[in-house]
């Protein structure tokens, strides 16, 4: 299994498919994806599978397709059958935008998606415009309704900025009382690109964790493949409320996840370094060697990330990374 110094097991893998999105996200790419000046070669389906397998004899269990925006592939359905092949590998999700969901759904979900997370900064339109920089509200809140009626898991990804969305926290808790999925908020994370947006719109969550325990919301267990939110449920709601506070004191301290860059890059952290190139070993079948350069990198692993010095590392954006 892959295990750092720190003794953290590594049971959860963000796969990152390509950085190209489609969405203008006010704290994540607010001028449109740029083309590099250098054509990049994004991961191939071979390659892929070579990583998932590898990652699956490894004690992966779990595993999350990323971007960018993961389902501008035209092969996503393939490589969502790819990661959801191995029988290790229980849970296969997906973080979208939700843009091409309502029509593919369920064909998703058939070809081994489980679970998927969907971006949605608010839920009043003219809002949802401006921080995303699109008019497609309605296309998205339609991709939502149809993941839930297929029967896939549904999160909601709200990254919580202080002069967009910070007010509208309490009022969007009554959609969890109809609608049975977890709503999460994502406190914002500085990045090199997004500095100056981050000192405007930073605050913190603890704010948010604080009112749900006063409205008696109840800390939930942690799955041990989950992700690092804190989840909260309250008997009259059908939804629950996942909080991710990466600011919070020890927040590195469970970390089980490992991240892999479009362009086949292992990151440590999503605050970290430039990556581990893994490709030299992905044009073979000698699974030892990616396995032997995996664990090599993670003997750099540190305790934790930076954020709290304002050193974001080597993140330009989110969709960089995969996020």
């Not at 001028?31 to 998932?52: A, C, N, T």
């Amino acid at each position: 299994m892959f295990i750092d110094n720190f003794n953290r097991r590594f049971s959860y893998l963000r796969l990152s498919v390509t950085d190209v999105c489609n969405f203008k996200c006010q704290y994540c790419l607010p001028d449109g994806y740029q083309r590099p000046s250098q054509m990049q070669q994004f991961l191939s389906l071979d390659e892929i599978d070579k990583l998932v397998t590898t990652f699956a004899q490894s004690g992966t269990s779990k595993i999350r397709i990323t971007g960018g925006e993961p389902t501008l592939r035209r092969d996503i359905e393939q490589i969502i059958e790819c990661c959801s092949a191995p029988s290790q590998i229980h849970t296969v999700a997906m973080t979208t935008n939700g843009y091409r969901l309502s029509n593919n759904a369920k064909c998703w979900k058939d070809a081994g998606l489980s679970r998927v997370n969907i971006s949605i900064d608010s839920f009043d339109e003219r809002l949802f415009n401006q921080i995303t920089g699109t008019n497609r509200y309605s296309k998205v809140i339609e991709g939502i309704e149809s993941a839930i009626d297929c029967g896939l898991q549904v999160k909601l990804n709200t990254v919580l900025m202080n002069s967009y969305n910070f007010h509208q926290f309490e009022h969007n808790l009554e959609r969890l009382k109809q609608w049975p999925v977890e709503l999460r908020y994502i406190e914002l994370m500085e990045t090199l690109e997004q500095r100056q947006f981050f000192e405007q719109e930073h605050i913190s969550g603890e704010r948010l964790k604080q009112f749900l325990i006063r409205k008696g919301w109840r800390a939930q267990t942690r799955e041990n493949a989950a992700g690092p939110a804190q989840v909260f449920s309250h008997p009259d709601y059908q939804g629950r409320v996942g909080l991710i506070l990466p600011y919070e004191r020890n927040f590195c301290d469970s970390c089980n996840r490992l991240r892999i860059s479009a362009t086949g890059k292992l990151h440590l952290c999503l605050f970290g370094e430039h990556g581990y190139d893994l490709r030299p070993h992905l044009g073979d079948n000698d699974s030892k060697a990616l396995k032997d350069a995996i664990h090599r990198a993670l003997d750099d692993k540190l305790a934790g990330h930076h954020l709290h010095d304002r050193n974001p590392g080597q993140t330009i954006h989110l969709a960089s990374v995969g996020g």
